[in-house]
């Protein structure tokens, strides 16, 4: 063999072991990677959780729809309302978060298509050579380089090489192959997470709606009351032993907590930062349509709905539940028989037992229990005595 044809067959063997050497990390780019298996199995999850939300959605309309044809006490009407709204609020977070987890995929997603496709750029290229290099040795068939031999010990050494170049043409083809076809399935699952994804936000922007009907419907309830003073006065006296009964309950596990630890210490912390509107004043007060002094055992902070709320100090949390009156609300004990309460909130984010830090995030501001519009209903306790908040927040109120 000359050594000009040796040289080309040397360049193309060269041509050869570079295009196996690549060939490998095809499958590494187009194969995802395990923080994608784990996304997917995330969204999952909160597919899941949205459907058992939105059963758990129309198990409540069901009930009120049962609650308003049975004529039943309006309390008891809003108490359901304040439920959908809980779910509803939920149903929209994990809406929110399929949004964020599907863009995650989308980005993640197009990121491996352009991979892909530098790869495909790149693979076709090393195949361009390849012909190029067949050319430039005289012959695009196999058989004719065989014919051409001057000899036995030339055609033995063809044939092995013919041999690589066979198999090496035969996973070029195959890996071109399967990145075009990847790349079209990449780009399906692409069209179908964005398809998802805009249906998301069309179910959020339905959720979002549907939550400022039920916020209506909610301080309707009590507006609507005030029309009839006899079942408003009724209503009301209910709600009213509801709170009775509660802080008789909240002082005792406070008198009893009081003797196994000392008060925390340190100033308190007002509980909605950027809004100290008071909407209703603690102590006596007149209500109108009950003609009458009524005690307020609290403060109301107006605020809007889903505005956080805050721990006033640090301590463990002895209640966090619901009942007719305080709609959400949560106790924290600070210890030596002092306690604070947050009412009517929209969310709960603690639980009993929990310890908290001054400042800590409690819960959201809402309109449960019994409220006409969205504020914080907040009392300081000390050996079961209510006492007035504010005058432990003097520098705000001078």
Known sequence: MSGSKVKKMAGLIAIVLTAL????????????????????????????????????????????????????????EKSIIDNQISVLEQ???TTNLIIQSLSEQIAEKEQEIAEAEQQE????????????????NGTASYL?????????TELLCKTEVISEIIEYDKKLLASLKATREQIELAKQELERDRAEQ????????????????????????????EKDEATFISE????????????????????????????VGGEYHWPTPGYTKITSEYGNRYHPILKKQSFHSGIDIGAPQGTNVLAANSGEVIVAGWNNAYGNYVVINHGG???TLYAHMSKLLVKKGQSVKRGEKIGLVGSTGWSTGPHLHFEISIDGKTKNPKDYFKDLFK
């Open 21 to 76: 050497i690549i060939l490998p990390f095809l499958v590494t780019i187009l194969s995802g990677s395990a923080s994608a298996a784990v996304s997917e199995a995330d969204l999952k999850k909160l597919k899941e959780q949205a459907s058992a939300l939105s059963k758990e959605s129309k198990k409540i309309a069901e009930e009120l729809k049962s609650v308003r044809a049975s004529k039943a006490s309006a309390i008891k």
């Open 91 to 93: 149903e929209i977070e």
């Open 121 to 136: 750029a790149r693979e076709f290229e090393l195949f361009k050579k390849r012909i190029r290099a067949m050319e430039e």
């Open 144 to 152: 004719g380089v065989l014919l051409k031999c001057e000899s036995f």
């Open 198 to 225: 805009n249906e998301a936000r069309e179910n959020l922007t339905s959720q979002l709606e549907a939550l400022e009907i039920k916020y209506r419907e909610q301080n309707d309830i009590i507006k609507d009351l």
């Open 236 to 263: 009301y006296e209910a709600a009213m032993k509801e709170m009775e009964r509660v802080n008789k309950e909240i002082a005792k596990m406070a008198a009893e907590l009081a003797k196994q630890k000392a008060y």
């Open 337 to 339: 028989g002092q306690t």
